[in-house]
């Protein structure tokens, strides 16, 4: 099905079904409120080996607002061995470029959701997300400097305010970019939310892939929310990767701005649970052109939650936030913020046997009254720092060796009072070169420095 990038290719009605089966939707397009760029559905929709590729909704408008480059699902969809890919959704508030009416009002623009925008139910099995967008553009002043610009692109994937289970899929390469652009004095807002997804409403996410994601904006002020997915709501994702996902953003006035960036794989401000989760190399970063009158925040390279949070059998590697000032390649820090290489909280965590390995920020802390709780994990090459209105408990586990050096590993934290210890035993005593033994290790042991 072909939709020659001129029209939206189905539209099902409450009460109805359709089957897709072993075909390709593509290049299907709409400009229309609430109409997805190739499919509708408001009854029941299942694509089977389907590959919908390259669809669009786009809006060029003021106070432009796209939904669904490929689907828009109020009722119930079911997907299975099928690929969305190259579809994208865009929208634009450029009216106000060469207009000289000083009391026109801000230009705004959304945009929801890169191959689905969900308010109803989906059950995604073993199906590919590639490559798929949502950007904003707008654009104020060429007249008069005191215009408002707002962008805000959600979803490069999905945006869900409904429930969407995902199971054994792929979810790579799918961006959110915003830009917000004006005269040198316009207020210019750029925001970003999940790389991949947007979750408003229920999503699990299991035995899946969510790499190389993106968020992006550039704006005078500059904010993006998880470089693979942003959740305000409820998730729970369980035996799955999320690696090479970034959080960006760049102030771009030659005046005053800031540039923020929470969540390099994960935005959290509702109820989240991670189980046997990989995080790797994942990243948050912030960029201002200059330390005077700017601020750049950078945090969690990994995640970035306002919530209690569990966190059980999860591995941190390689993630890090950066923040700089382009333009002179240091750090101001009464400006230029980075915190919480692997995690920054603002509240409750419960970490159980997990693992954090070569996680980086410039400074790592925990700013607000919280409870952090970490126990049989394993955490190695990493900096652990805190206020001092911060309750904590690192009790029980493994650091990298039997004889940390706490001066190097915590700041403003308090050792623990007991560790775990590893122990190396050999199957006999006296080797000789020409023989075998057997080494055993055990981590069943706990230490406080000076007893086993």
Known sequence: MDGKNARSLVYISSGHSITFINITITHGFSKNYKIGGALTNYGTLNLINVNITNNTHSINTHKAISYGGAVYNVGDMNIYNSTFSGNKVTASDTQEEYNSDRNLPDAVAYAYGGAIYNTGTINSYNSIFNNNLAQTNTLTGSYYSDLGSHSYSIGGAIYNNGLINLFN??????????????????????????????????????????????????????FANGGSISNNKIMDIINSSLIGNKVSTSSV??????????????????????????LINNSAYSSVPESFDYEGYSYGGAIFTIKSMNIIKTKFINNNV????????????????????????????????????????FKNFINNPVMLNVSNSSINNNIYSSNN????????????????????????????????????????????????????????????????
């Open 169 to 222: 899929n792929t979810l790579t390469e799918n961006k959110v970019n915003s830009q917000a652009k004006g005269e040198e004095y316009d207020y210019k807002y750029a925001y970003a939310y999940g790389g991949s997804i947007q979750n408003n409403g229920t999503l699990i996410i299991k035995d899946s892939i969510i790499n190389y994601n993106l968020a992006t904006s550039i704006g005078r002020f500059s």
């Open 253 to 278: 006035s030659s005046t005053s701005g800031n540039a923020i960036s929470y969540g390099g794989a994960i935005y959290n401000r509702g109820k989240l649970n991670l189980e046997d989760v990989n």
């Open 322 to 361: 950066t923040s700089e000032c382009i333009n002179i390649h240091f750090i101001i820090n009464d400006t230029i913020y980075a915190k919480g290489g692997a995690i920054y909280t603002e509240n409750n965590l419960k970490i159980i046997k997990s693992v954090f390995i070569n996680n980086n920020a």
């Open 389 to 452: 209105s911060c309750n904590y408990s690192i009790e029980n586990n493994w650091w990298g060796n039997n004889t940390p050096n706490w001066n190097q590993i915590l700041v403003n934290v308090n050792a623990p009072e007991s560790w775990i210890y590893l122990k190396v035993t050999l199957s006999k005593d006296n080797i000789n070169v020409t023989e075998n033994t057997q080494i055993k290790t055990d981590f069943n042991w706990l230490t406080n420095g000076k007893n086993v």
